[in-house]
């Protein structure tokens, strides 16, 4: 049923998709990064990924440590910069793997034009989700399905499914963690109405650096009824799939409609990256920079009226524990680090800091072992936490009032701190929301309908949260 509406929609979406990129050679005045817009050769035993500025678009290229190269996604109007660039850093255009998001024109509009005009070659892949020439219903997108299921242009079309994995080598994992599935119009099981939410999600990991990108993946459950489309929220499926990270490639241009707050908390990006050009959409909205802003550095290629400001974000990596996004460096979390450059501070990673307190455990439904609901806290730093002013929440600005932790209360490294209300969470599910004095969301869960005397918890092993309760309830002690 969704699956014509999207088809449909197609010459709408595109219209609202239609890119304002910057054409080869064109060079704005206004705030510019330097060495953001000289790309340097790839070093074999280095992890490159840069976010090639291309305008109100995406182009993302991945090169590993062996030397296998994948492009993520291809601007229209930007094949000209993407070759230049491409032979820059590998000094060839001889591509291992393309990979097409989704089918708008700000994404594979210039695929065409890259391997027909500008000497780039694929060698074993041209990824996409599949779909016959009526899949999108666009003149780009019938263009681009013509010249990838001909045989002699050699593109190798190659439909690909949640949970491949693409070979980059040995040192490193390409993981598809959601995608637009044809045959039940869903996407990590949400029915897709916009073929945003069909977006091939990717999470890249070398050594104990954690990547994500994923075209204009949508987080919001939205309807326009005036411009007859809308959004199905995806994020929030693939959050937990996905976990705590260093560098988000933030999905769709910063567009309001992603990003949205659940999927940050759970991603706590130290980096963000947003790839935009002039638009008269709104991007970056600034709530989306708002939610970014607190675990770490935003990058952005240019600004919304087409002026550059970081141009080209370059991410390499040499150990998968240290790694520079435009000459700065960073740690990863698991090493101590965070968002500040050299590591540490409130990018979700430093010892003993704000954003590294955790809710920990839920108990929703007391009825006879227990007689009250309780929240539990963690701090997993090596320092205390001034805790007076913070704030535990049923619904942000909305349900019951929320609890006020008092004046002088803190929490001390490796310990906890239990908040015991009476009929304040819903048994049938709600959310648990930690807020800074400031209002900050440090850190939210959501859980389902829950049974009696059970608790929802994060596993001890991996700092995720259990999928399932358990009646080993633990409050003020370690988890299961």
Same mark, same amino acid.
């Given at each position: 049923?969704?699956?014509?509406?999207?088809?449909?929609?197609?010459?709408?979406?595109?219209?609202?998709?239609?890119?304002?990129?910057?054409?080869?050679?064109?060079?704005?005045?206004?705030?510019?990064?330097?060495?953001?817009?000289?790309?340097?050769?790839?070093?074999?035993?280095?992890?490159?990924?840069?976010?090639?500025?291309?305008?109100?678009?995406?182009?993302?290229?991945?090169?590993?440590?062996?030397?296998?190269?994948?492009?993520?996604?291809?601007?229209?109007?930007?094949?000209?910069?993407?070759?230049?660039?491409?032979?820059?850093?590998?000094?060839?255009?001889?591509?291992?793997?393309?990979?097409?998001?989704?089918?708008?024109?700000?994404?594979?509009?210039?695929?065409?034009?890259?391997?027909?005009?500008?000497?780039?070659?694929?060698?074993?892949?041209?990824?996409?989700?599949?779909?016959?020439?009526?899949?999108?219903?666009?003149?780009?997108?019938?263009?681009?399905?013509?010249?990838?299921?001909?045989?002699?242009?050699?593109?190798?079309?190659?439909?690909?499914?949640?949970?491949?994995?693409?070979?980059?080598?040995?040192?490193?994992?390409?993981?598809?963690?959601?995608?637009?599935?044809?045959?039940?119009?869903?996407?990590?099981?949400?029915?897709?109405?916009?073929?945003?939410?069909?977006?091939?999600?990717?999470?890249?990991?070398?050594?104990?650096?954690?990547?994500?990108?994923?075209?204009?993946?949508?987080?919001?459950?939205?309807?326009?009824?005036?411009?007859?489309?809308?959004?199905?929220?995806?994020?929030?499926?693939?959050?937990?799939?996905?976990?705590?990270?260093?560098?988000?490639?933030?999905?769709?241009?910063?567009?309001?409609?992603?990003?949205?707050?659940?999927?940050?908390?759970?991603?706590?990006?130290?980096?963000?990256?947003?790839?935009?050009?002039?638009? !008269?959409?709104?991007?970056? &909205?600034?709530?989306? *920079?708002?939610? $970014?802003? #607190?675990? =770490?550095? +935003?990058?952005?290629?240019?600004?919304?009226?087409?002026?550059?400001?970081?141009?080209?974000?370059?991410?390499?990596?040499?150990?998968?524990?240290?790694?520079?996004?435009?000459?700065?460096?960073?740690?990863?979390?698991?090493?101590?680090?965070?968002?500040?450059?050299?590591?540490?501070?409130?990018?979700?990673?430093?010892?003993?800091?704000?954003?590294?307190?955790?809710?920990?455990?839920?108990?929703?439904?007391?009825?006879?072992?227990?007689?009250?609901?309780?929240?539990?806290?963690?701090?997993?730093?090596?320092?205390?936490?001034?805790?007076?002013?913070?704030?535990?929440?049923?619904?942000?600005?909305?349900?019951?009032?929320?609890?006020?932790?008092?004046?002088?209360?803190?929490?001390?490294?490796?310990?906890?701190?239990?908040?015991?209300?009476? !009929?304040?969470?819903?048994? &049938?599910?709600?959310? *648990?929301?930690? $807020?800074? #004095?400031? =209002?900050? +969301?440090?850190?939210?869960?959501?859980?389902?309908?829950?049974?009696?005397?059970?608790?929802?918890?994060?596993?001890?092993?991996?700092?995720?949260?259990?999928?399932?309760?358990?009646?080993?309830?633990?409050?003020?002690?370690?988890?299961?």
């Amino acid at each position: 049923m969704f699956r014509s509406l999207i088809r449909k929609a197609g010459f709408l979406a595109l219209a609202a998709a239609i890119t304002f990129g910057m054409s080869a050679g064109y060079a704005p005045s206004g705030e510019q990064t330097v060495s953001a817009a000289n790309p340097v050769a790839w070093q074999p035993g280095q992890l490159h990924i840069g976010s090639i500025d291309v305008g109100q678009g995406d182009a993302t290229l991945i090169v590993s440590p062996e030397g296998k190269s994948l492009l993520v996604d291809v601007n229209q109007s930007s094949a000209a910069k993407i070759a230049d660039y491409i032979q820059t850093v590998l000094g060839h255009k001889n591509l291992d793997y393309i990979l097409v998001t989704h089918y708008h024109a700000d994404h594979m509009g210039d695929y065409v034009n890259l391997l027909k005009n500008y000497g780039v070659t694929v060698k074993t892949a041209t990824y996409d989700r599949g779909g016959d020439r009526y899949e999108y219903n666009s003149t780009l997108y019938q263009t681009y399905y013509d010249y990838v299921t001909n045989a002699a242009n050699n593109a190798k079309r190659t439909r690909i499914y949640e949970n491949d994995l693409i070979n980059m080598g040995a040192s490193m994992s390409v993981k598809v963690v959601s995608i637009g599935d044809l045959d039940s119009d869903t996407a990590s099981g949400v029915t897709v109405i916009n073929e945003n939410d069909n977006s091939i999600a990717l999470k890249v990991k070398y050594g104990e650096l954690d990547y994500f990108v994923a075209g204009d993946l949508s987080g919001a459950n939205y309807w326009n009824s005036a411009g007859g489309y809308g959004y199905a929220d995806i994020e929030t499926s693939v959050a937990p799939k996905v976990g705590s990270i260093e560098v988000y490639r933030v999905d769709h241009h910063g567009s309001s409609h992603s990003s949205n707050q659940f999927f940050v908390d759970t991603l706590k990006p130290s980096v963000s990256i947003i790839s935009l050009g002039q638009n !008269s959409y709104g991007h970056p &909205a600034p709530e989306v *920079v708002s939610r $970014l802003t #607190p675990y =770490g550095k +935003v990058y952005q290629t240019e600004n919304s009226d087409g002026t550059i400001k970081d141009g080209d974000v370059i991410l390499t990596s040499t150990d998968g524990v240290h790694y520079t996004v435009n000459g700065t460096t960073y740690t990863t979390k698991e090493s101590g680090g965070g968002s500040t450059p050299g590591g540490g501070d409130t990018g979700g990673g430093t010892p003993g800091t704000v954003a590294n307190i955790l809710i920990n455990e839920i108990l929703p439904a007391p009825s006879k072992k227990y007689t009250k609901e309780f929240v539990e806290l963690y701090n997993p730093g090596t320092t205390a936490v001034d805790l007076s002013g913070w704030k535990i929440d049923d619904i942000q600005n909305g349900g019951s009032a929320a609890y006020t932790i008092p004046a002088g209360t803190t929490i001390a490294a490796g310990g906890y701190y239990v908040y015991q209300p009476s !009929s304040v969470f819903n048994n &049938a599910g709600d959310d *648990v929301v930690l $807020l800074s #004095p400031t =209002g900050t +969301v440090v850190d939210q869960k959501t859980y389902g309908s829950t049974g009696y005397d059970v608790s929802w918890y994060r596993v001890k092993a991996t700092g995720q949260w259990s999928s399932t309760t358990t009646s080993n309830v633990t409050m003020g002690t370690v988890n299961p």
